[in-house]
Each structure stands twice: as C-alpha cells, then as structure tokens.
C-alpha cells in the first residue's frame, strides 16, 4: 500500500536550517508531483511547495521562496525539503503528499502523517 | 491569490444527522475543488476531488457538489467515525490554497 513517511523535524534556532525527508512506498515514485504541505498550530493548511516527477521544474509559496529547496532522488523514492533561515512563523507540522502523473495542480489522494518543525530561541 | 472561505469554522450535531459544510473560493475555480477529512495526529485523507467526485473507498455518504465558486461537502448521516476536520482546497492555480478548516463536534 501507499505510504509516505517523514522524519527530519525537530527544534531548531531562529535562523538555523533543517532538512526534511520523505520515503515513500508502494508505488512508482518517480510517476508523481509531489508536494510539501504544513500546517501550523491552530491554523489551516497551506501548501509550501511542489517538484515536478522529473524534477523538471519546482514551485514554492511566496513566503518560503529563497528560503526552502524541494528536491527528489527517484532511485531513493525520497522528497526533500531543506529549509533555511527559518523564522518562527515557519513552526509547524510538515506533511509530504502525492499529486498527479500528468498535471501540476491536483488533489492530493496520499498524505504523510508529518513532522513537526519548532523554531524557537 | 485564490482565497478559500469555509462555513461553519465549528459545528455540532449528532450522530445520524445530515451535515453540510460550505466553501466559497474568490474567484471562480471551475471544478478544481477538493475536499479533505483530518483528525488529530493523522494525515489528511482525500473524500472528494473535482467537486464531486467520490475518492475511492470513501463511504458514499459523503458526497460533494458545486461549481465556480460555492461549494459544498455533505455527510448524509453521521458516523461516529466522521468526528473531524474537514477543509477543502483549490487546484484551479498557484498559489494552492485551503480553506481553513471545519471542526465537526459531537454533540
């Protein structure tokens, strides 16, 4: 079955950096968008960032650009986010989901359970 | 950006009851809505893409329906198990956005 599986949060300075993870199983990863969505304490869902399934062409939200990098490794069946200059806005639980094999905006039918990034002094 | 607004933000009813969320997006997004189920400590499950289509192995008394810019997810008699958060979210253009959630509460 599929699954997607995170791991990299933790608590990290104002200004310090992470990199998250995400393996995923029980499909052909490197078919899929995939994406970065957090949600923050109390908060909605927001979509962060996606790469395409050949890691073509990559797009973030307004308030990660220049911050956060999505990458892959098709061979590893592994997302990536490494976050830099984090702010304490960015405090939140982090999940990976699959998007489609043919389009760059779509639902999202698998999602990660998450990982929770504090930024904090 | 394509802001998403649902209705109730909370919501109590029973076990048995019909439920109806609303999501209303600011410009028209065609069908490129979705629905989402979230409980506490879970990953977000998808019950309902381009509007109104049911994902699969999702019960079918979820339903959804809409077009351009109102929305709506119904449960058409509450499980035990339905006991959540639901948001909805645009696939229509970047940014992606969600709606901020609806807090179904027994009551």
């Given at each position: 079955q599929v699954q997607l599986v995170e791991s990299g949060g933790g608590l990290v300075k104002p200004g310090g950096s992470l990199r998250l993870s995400c393996a995923a199983s029980g499909?052909?990863?490197?078919?899929y968008y995939m994406y970065w969505i957090r949600q923050a304490p109390g908060k909605g869902l927001e979509w962060v960032s996606y790469i395409h399934y050949s890691s073509t062409y990559t797009n973030y939200a307004d308030s990660v650009k220049g911050r956060f990098t999505i990458s892959r490794d098709n061979a590893k069946n592994s997302l990536y986010l490494q976050m830099n200059s984090?702010?304490?806005?960015?405090?939140a639980v982090y999940h990976c989901a699959r998007g489609s094999?043919?389009?760059?905006l779509s639902e999202f039918d698998y999602w990660g359970q998450g990982t929770l990034v504090t930024v904090s002094s | 950006d394509i802001q998403m607004t649902q209705s109730p933000s909370s919501l109590s009813a029973s076990v048995g009851d019909r439920v109806t969320i609303t999501c209303r997006a600011?410009?028209?997004?065609?069908?490129?809505l979705n629905w989402y189920q979230q409980k506490p400590g879970k990953a977000p499950k998808l019950l309902?893409?381009?509007?109104?289509r049911l994902q699969s192995g999702?019960?079918?008394?979820f339903s959804g329906s809409g077009s351009g810019t109102d929305f709506t997810l119904t449960i058409s008699s509450l499980q035990p198990e339905d006991f959540a958060s639901y948001s909805c979210q645009q696939s229509?253009?970047?940014?992606?956005t969600f709606g901020q959630g609806t807090r179904l509460e027994i009551k």
């Open positions: 499909f052909t990863f490197s078919d984090l702010r304490a806005e960015d405090t094999t043919w389009i760059q | 600011s410009q028209s997004i065609s069908s490129y309902i893409y381009a509007a109104s999702v019960p079918s008394r229509y253009s970047t940014p992606i």
